[in-house]
């Protein structure tokens, strides 16, 4: 005789659930390992938000100034300075003007050295003559950059006297044979076309350059080096212990001096993290109420639904790329809003196309009470539990002020897509596989319009993968919400929510 199934599903969610729960403890019990002896100050330098990481029992000893890349956040960067920390320097990272916490918009077009990069420039300089004076420091500076700062710190370094630079994931195209003095480049495995850049730095002081080999003297001021975090890519690489290894180890001999201190290993305890906390998600979600008493969506067959599917991913950028209307001080934000709202349309479109001559469910089916509960929990979950995971260990996901209205007029847009989206790809004769081919779909019409006008759209390309990742998650959520409340509006309104958040508090303002 078999257990019903009710009890097996039962048995099997409690386990899922301490399951998940103990990763997330283990999780969190190695993160707060890694920050054991250091302590971790906050202050501000004008507008700029900083973050002093230090060995509370170190004597003074060089800062290490530490920033960010495109889109990034001062924790986005606390793997390379806990490291640091430990290993006796005072690490100062800091908001970039535009992103993370810092208030205002970045000024100057982005893509010439006479805008942004000046502006940033002179943020650096405020921070780093901050940084020199602390009372841990005893006034030498080294710098540590990832990506876009790369090029920032690099410049910064040609014409203000630093003892070291660590360019990671660098592309600056300034780096001459002599200039910066004693840099190490540390790039990721799988990150082949910034490998070329390696090489090609390398190549300035050396005719056979060779990864891992140190050229001219670090304790003279003339070294160079590059080296290789294996199997890591762009964002990866700055929890690589390898990479961190070699930063500490580059800095120890440009200072000679030595440390014993081990390197802060945060990624894996961090894909615990989140691992855990998406998995407990399965469990919660059987415990939301019922929205309606019977799977409620177009639940169109193929040859119905690839028509409402893939039009809106063609027509959208057709549509779009032609306008050029820039209205939200967000890096491509006005672009995106716009590519949500008209996507919505047309797949709405393609909902009315898909549902015609069908019988619609009776509204009494729903229930309002429960499907407004099962909206609150899932986006208190997506933002309270996610959220607060993102903004403590790996990047900045809560809004200074003025970016809250940038979420409202984000979410108009993300509203119609999702709400659209859900519906057309739910319901009790929904084929496998649509939620995963429409959000296919999706992101291959971003990747679209920018190669309609890679000029202006370029930064699509970055966001393409936060959003595909965006996808994954909270489409799950979406989808275990789903088979529980037999509605779709929460996931919907959840997705909605959430990615028009993601967006507006993670990408960098910029002054219109």
Do not use: C
């Amino acid at each position: 005789m078999h257990p019903p199934e009710s009890l097996v599903r039962r048995l099997v969610d409690i386990t899922l659930a301490l399951v998940a729960v103990a990763a997330i403890g283990v999780a969190v019990v190695q993160l707060l390992a890694a920050r054991d002896g250091v302590e971790i100050r906050r202050a501000q330098v004008g507008a700029t938000p900083v973050e002093v990481v230090r060995d509370p029992a170190a004597p003074p000893g060089p800062a290490v100034l530490i920033a960010h890349g495109f889109a990034g956040s001062k924790q986005l960067m606390r793997s390379f300075a806990l490291t640091l920390a430990r290993a006796g320097y005072t690490a100062v990272a800091f908001d970039f003007v535009g992103h993370g916490r810092h208030p205002d918009a970045l000024t100057g077009s982005i893509t010439e050295t006479e805008g942004a990069t000046t502006t940033l420039l002179t943020q650096l300089a405020e921070v780093a003559a901050w940084a020199r004076q602390l009372e841990s420091a005893d006034g030498r500076l080294a710098l540590l950059g990832h990506s876009m700062a790369s090029d920032i710190l690099v410049r910064y370094a040609q014409e203000h006297y630093v003892t070291a630079t660590v360019a990671v994931s660098m592309f600056a195209p300034t780096v001459e044979a002599g200039s910066p003095g004693n840099l190490l480049v540390v790039v990721g495995g799988w990150e082949h076309r910034l490998q070329e850049e390696a090489r090609r730095v390398l190549a300035q002081v050396t005719d056979e350059p060779e990864f891992g080999v140190t050229y001219g003297d670090p304790g003279a001021g003339t070294g160079r080096r590059a080296v290789i975090a294996p199997a890591v890519e762009h964002v990866g690489v700055l929890y690589s212990a390898a990479g961190q290894r070699a930063a500490r180890d580059w800095l120890d001999a440009a200072f000679e001096r030595e440390s014993a201190a081990g390197v802060a290993e945060r990624g894996p305890a961090l894909l615990l993290l989140f691992a855990g906390l998406v998995a407990l998600a399965r469990p919660l979600a059987d415990v939301l109420p019922r929205g309606a008493a019977r799977p409620v969506g177009a639940g169109a067959p193929w040859r119905r639904l690839w028509p409402a599917l893939v039009l809106p991913a063609v027509l959208t950028p057709l549509l779009l790329v032609p306008l050029d209307l820039r209205f939200l001080p967000v890096l491509v934000g006005d672009y995106l809003a716009l590519h949500f709202l008209t996507y919505g349309v047309l797949s709405a479109v393609g909902l009315w196309w898909v549902n015609r001559g069908a019988n619609a469910p009776p509204a009494a089916q729903a229930r309002p009470l429960a499907l407004v509960i099962a909206t609150v929990l899932l986006v208190g979950y997506g933002l309270g539990a996610i959220g607060a995971a993102l903004d403590l260990t790996v990047t900045s996901f809560w809004p200074v002020g003025q970016r809250v209205p940038l979420v409202a007029a984000l979410a108009a847009g993300t509203l119609a897509y999702t709400l659209a989206n859900e519906w057309l790809t739910r319901g009790a004769a929904a084929p496998k596989g649509a939620g995963l081919a429409s959000k296919l779909l999706f992101a291959s019409s971003l990747v679209f319009a920018a190669g309609l006008d890679l000029e202006r759209l370029f930064f699509l390309l970055i966001i393409v993968p936060v959003i595909v990742v965006f996808f994954v998650v909270y489409g799950l959520f979406a989808g275990w919400a789903y088979r529980r409340v037999q509605h779709p509006l929460p996931g919907a309104l959840m997705n909605a929510i959430v990615l028009a958040w993601a967006v507006a508090v993670t990408f960098p303002m910029v002054a219109r």
